[in-house]
């Protein structure tokens, strides 16, 4: 007789990464670094709400991606003692989708909107009223017979997240109590962030190797913890097992972050964007194409950063690279027009 097997599915690289970014989230906003202004009017709220034995304010919480959005909204139902509902814009593209999670939440518990700013406009008319009135209209029947029923909601508390607030409509963006515009962290911080995540790893790691990988991380703490990971990989495959400089150095070479914290992906744009285009201007799809990229992944994954630092201009023609970006390419830019060799 044959023997039952059992089939093993190994998890994918994005669960293992997730679920290592997850076991070094904060749990407690005492914990949580950085974010020093939003966190202390964030701390008054929630303590306010716990004295009064009240559901606080609805949160909105916005600012670039791996800041601590998603850790803010877990440590909220953390602080409140209650347990997290957790979505997304994307999922939610029907009213009845979005109804069918209002009514099943229970009194004062939070509920997560991840890039709320993309939720489907028949959605959005339904938590304008649930968020306001804790109430959401059933309709029932189609047509000229179709009624509407309205369902009581307990208290509840949404938290909602975005990286582009400018796409928040004004009628949702005014029902939330409280707002946090979360910052890039300076290098300082993102050091204290290191220095937490590595002894939740159980690593040492050394006070020039949290500088070094501080300052490549972009001002970002999801990055920071991922190079981290990957300095500690290479310590373990090809070091001695210390966290220091040297291997920090080698590490970040081999995962192609270099000293600004650009990436291939960065290097391929400001490249092209001088070898091909003699510096630009040239427009964001032609560019995407060059690389090999999608519009959007040029656009909110590269462009940001590289403006930031000064290495890409956006102007009305299209986007431009800076004295800056030809410098840090090694490469020397082309005449100015008019000016002649001498």
Known sequence: MAEATERVVAPGADDLERAAEAA???RRLDEFVGQRVVRDQLSLVL????GRGATPDH???SGPPGLGKTTLAMIIAAELATSLRVT???AIQHAGDLAAVLSSLEEGEVLFIDEIHRLARPAEELLYVAMEDFRVDVVVGKGAGASAIPLSLPPFTVVGATTRAGLLPAPLRDRFGFTGHLDFYSDDELERVL????GLLGVELGADAAGEIASRSRGTPRIA???LR???DWAQVRGDGRLDLAAARAALEVYEVDALGLDRLDRAVLRALCTRFGGGPVGLTTLAVTVGEEPETVETVAEPFLVREGLMGRTPRGRVATPAAWAHLGLTPPPLPGQLDL
Do not use: F, H, I, T
């Open 225 to 227: 913890n991922r190079l």
């Open 24 to 26: 070094l989230r904060p």
């Open 88 to 90: 997304s814009g994307p």
């Open 47 to 50: 303590d306010a709400a716990v």
């Open 230 to 232: 990957r300095v500690r």
């Open 195 to 198: 220095v937490r995540s590595a």
């Open 59 to 61: 949160v909105l919480l």
